[in-house]
């Protein structure tokens, strides 16, 4: 069968990052055991890869359980894969990406482009992100939590004066701190500084970027590069990428903390909207619970899906896919109805769709 025509399921694609964890992650998706290193970041969904210091540019780029790579998939028919409108917004690129953390430490400080600064690294998209917790754990004895956005007294000056002179502690007191719990999804705009605290398994839905400024330059036993912190800007244009945009308590909490809404029911299963175009024109993301099946009408356009609880069963054509609970699948747009049963009698997947198609 035509990739384009069948649900495309991806291989093991573990990288090395700056935080620690993995053996959560692995338990999860079914993995042999593992302890807590720095291989700890699993992409599941990717048509860019990663960017990693002395990797070539195709680096980590998904491939399938036949090790077909995904960019040469898109390349052969890339309006089956993306859908005509997303192969003329997004060349031979997906727009919705997702990928998966575990975490015992938290990660780096950071920031990714906006869509207007995208422009710096001859990219067409800049990076929001979204969060579904998948599942927690508790590290020293505190509650599983992620930073997001600035408070309402940091300036742009007190943040390049914190980050020169490396006081950490400030830079950390100067963003929100949410406590989460698995289930919950924090939406995180392109240009706000964040960072995941420990104890999280985080599937993240992204825009078509790997592009991140990194404000600290010694984490976790690493010592980060001027290229790793700051993508080949120097500290001063680097730190103009930031969203210096502050929030009180309620405004981070209603700008990053998403509720399920929109209920759609097919018997005792139902999606729901957690991400949609009242939240951000970068991508959507829907929860569905399958008990214990669900049809998924066809879309004109791509989108992933990754089950969060429960291995899936998925049938279109005739044909029987395997999907295992923490691993990443493409349905291209030419897909038609695809059947989703849980092979448990419940299981609960997470579909990230592309978001508004620009032009520009």
């Known amino acids: 069968m035509e990739w384009s025509h069948r649900p495309i399921i ?21 993995m042999p055991e593992a302890e807590d290193n720095h291989q700890c970041e699993e992409l599941l969904v990717t048509s860019i890869g990663a960017i990693a210091d002395g990797k070539p540019k195709d680096y980590a780029v998904s491939r399938t359980l036949d090790g077909k790579s995904l960019a040469e998939i898109i390349r052969q028919d890339p309006e089956g894969i993306l859908g005509r409108a997303y192969q003329e917004s997004n060349p031979n690129q997906l727009s919705v990406l997702a990928r998966a953390g575990d975490t015992i430490v938290r990660l780096v400080m950071q920031c ?109 036993g690493v010592d980060l590069s001027a290229s790793e912190m700051y993508n080949g800007l120097d500290q001063e244009e680097g730190l103009k990428l930031f969203d210096y945009t502050v929030y009180d308590e309620a405004e981070i909490r209603k700008t990053c903390v998403m509720e399920q809404r929109d209920p759609l029911y097919q018997g005792n299963s139902v999606i729901t909207t957690a991400i949609d175009e009242r939240n951000t024109d970068a991508f959507g993301m829907k929860i569905l619970t399958i008990q214990p099946e ?60 592309p978001g508004k198609i620009s032009h520009e």
């Open 112 to 220: 990714h482009p906006q869509k207007k600064d995208a422009f710096r690294f001859h990219e067409r998209h800049g990076k929001a992100e979204a969060w579904y917790i998948a599942r927690t754990r508790t590290e020293d004895g505190g509650a599983p939590c992620v930073y997001a956005g600035f408070k309402p007294h940091v300036t742009p000056a007190l943040w390049k004066k914190w980050v020169e002179s490396q006081n950490i502690e400030a830079m950390l007191e100067g963003l929100h701190k949410i406590d989460v719990k698995t289930g919950d999804v924090i939406l995180i705009p392109a240009g706000m500084p964040h960072a995941v605290g420990p104890g999280c398994i985080f599937l993240e839905i992204h825009e078509c970027s790997d592009i991140t400024i990194r404000v600290e330059k010694h984490i976790n």
């Open 10 to 30: 991806f291989d093991h694609n573990r990288i090395t990052r700056s935080y620690i964890g993995g053996k959560l992650l692995n338990a999860w998706r079914g």
């Open 294 to 353: 669900l049809r998924l009408p066809a879309f004109d356009g791509h989108r992933v899906l990754i089950p969060v609880d429960g291995d899936l069963i998925l049938e279109c054509d005739g044909e029987q896919y395997k999907l295992k609970q923490g691993w990443g699948c493409l349905l291209p747009a030419a897909l038609g109805t695809l059947t989703l049963r849980a092979e448990k009698g419940t299981a609960k997947a997470v579909l990230g769709l």
